[in-house]
């Protein structure tokens, strides 16, 4: 199994930028398709992005595409999130999570590991 552990998070004006890195330990991240989920006070965790194991292939939520960029090191065997053009809305606590199938549009039920999530919190 994998152990991933999240850092970067942090309070933010709206228009300001974040980096959340997501460190894996134990089997190498590059078994598995990795994404981001996020989840804000009161609603349930959604989908943020996902990336395929060689890095190729990516999937956004329309709410981020074009702001947010995800990127793996294999060699560091971390993934991150390159978060730009923040807004209020994408406050909420995200969590880094990784997936032993194949799809890149993860779901929650597609999970096989989650991270403790780091917050990340946008004034406007």
């Known amino acids: 199994q994998v152990q991933l552990v999240e850092s970067g998070g942090g309070w933010k004006q709206a228009g300001g930028s974040l980096r959340l890195s997501c460190a894996a330990s134990?089997?190498?991240?590059?078994?598995?398709?990795m994404g981001w989920f996020r989840q804000a006070p009161g609603k349930e965790r959604e989908f943020v992005v996902g990336?395929?194991?060689?890095?190729?292939?990516?999937y956004y939520a329309d709410s981020v595409k074009g702001r947010f960029t995800i990127s793996r090191d294999s060699d560091k065997n971390t993934v991150y999130l390159e978060m730009k053009n923040l807004k209020p809305e994408d406050t909420a606590v995200y969590y880094c999570?990784?997936?032993?199938?194949?799809?890149?549009?993860?779901?929650?039920?597609?999970?096989?590991?989650w991270g403790q999530g780091t917050q990340v919190t946008v004034s406007s």
């Open positions: 990336i395929n194991r060689n890095g190729i292939i990516t």
């Open positions: 134990g089997r190498t991240a590059s078994n598995y398709v």
């Open positions: 999570a990784a997936s032993t199938g194949i799809a890149v549009k993860l779901t929650n039920g597609l999970v096989d590991y």
